[in-house]
């Protein structure tokens, strides 16, 4: 057993190599997740996210002038329900944009991860596992390792879900404060909802959005706890000590 343990031990020659080759991995999954995500980042703000920062300032222009069929009282309150949706909806803009960011970031590093494995499993196949060098072999099971970490990253924390219900958020938030917007500009006659709605008075309208506040007064964060106990990294492990 002693002679074992010897023989697979690995020297410091091999000890010095596989730290490097960890810490090479490590660093080109950093960098990469950081140039991808701070990428996609601006992407989102500049392209997705302009328009509506844009549409929020001309609304908020017409939420800020006095109506003359609403009194001084109502006002106020539309504008701080307003300015109250707009607060949270900000909430999940950040949340949504930092969910799917990250999402880019971990997809955008499992397929370099994944590409790098294929290369390797390759030049394995061609040579044979028992030809191929240790620091090769250590280098495949390393890539291996991240890759089943970044799909792990994946199913624990449900970026992608979280993206998708932050933006419904988003988006309810959104259609509350059109609902303040139509009955301020229009008189309190007609609103742009799914079916037209008509308020006898400011008051019931006031109600109205305080329900649907109290509706939406929620955030949203998903993890998937069972996926952590499908981790094993026992395939990848056994073959870290193959000769």
């Known amino acids: 057993m002693a002679a074992k ?3 697979w031990w690995p020297t410091l020659n091999q000890l010095v190599k596989q730290a490097i080759i960890i810490a090479v991995c490590i660093s080109l999954n950093v960098v990469c997740f ?3 995500y701070t990428a996609a980042e601006h992407r989102a703000e500049a392209e997705y996210l302009k328009p ?34 707009q607060n949270k909806k900000d909430f999940f803009k950040m949340r949504l944009v930092r969910f799917y960011v990250a999402y880019i970031g971990v997809v955008g590093c499992s397929l370099i991860m994944t590409l790098m494995l294929a290369g390797l499993l390759a030049f394995i196949a061609n040579r044979g596992w028992a030809n191929t060098g240790q620091s090769t072999r250590f280098l495949f099971v390393t890539v291996a390792l991240f890759t089943t970490l970044h799909a792990s990253i994946l199913a ?26 139509d009955y301020m500009t229009t008189s309190g006659r007609l609103m742009a909802t799914d079916s037209v709605k008509v308020y006898a008075n400011a008051d019931s309208m ?13 955030v949203f964060y998903s993890i998937n706890q069972s996926s952590i106990n499908e981790i094993s990294l026992d395939p990848y492990l056994s073959k870290a000590g193959a000769k």
């Open 34 to 36: 950081f140039t991808i």
């Open 206 to 218: 006031i109600h109205n959005v305080n329900q649907q506040i109290k509706a939406l007064n929620r």
């Open 5 to 7: 343990l010897i023989i």
């Open 52 to 85: 509506f920062q844009q549409a929020d300032s001309l609304m908020e222009l017409e939420i800020r002038q006095q109506y003359p069929h609403l009194s001084s009282f109502r006002t106020q309150i539309f504008q701080n329900q307003y300015f109250f949706l």
């Open 156 to 181: 624990v924390f449900n970026l992608e879900e979280n993206a998708t219900n932050n933006l419904r958020l988003f988006n309810d938030h959104k259609g509350v404060q059109i609902d303040i917007y």
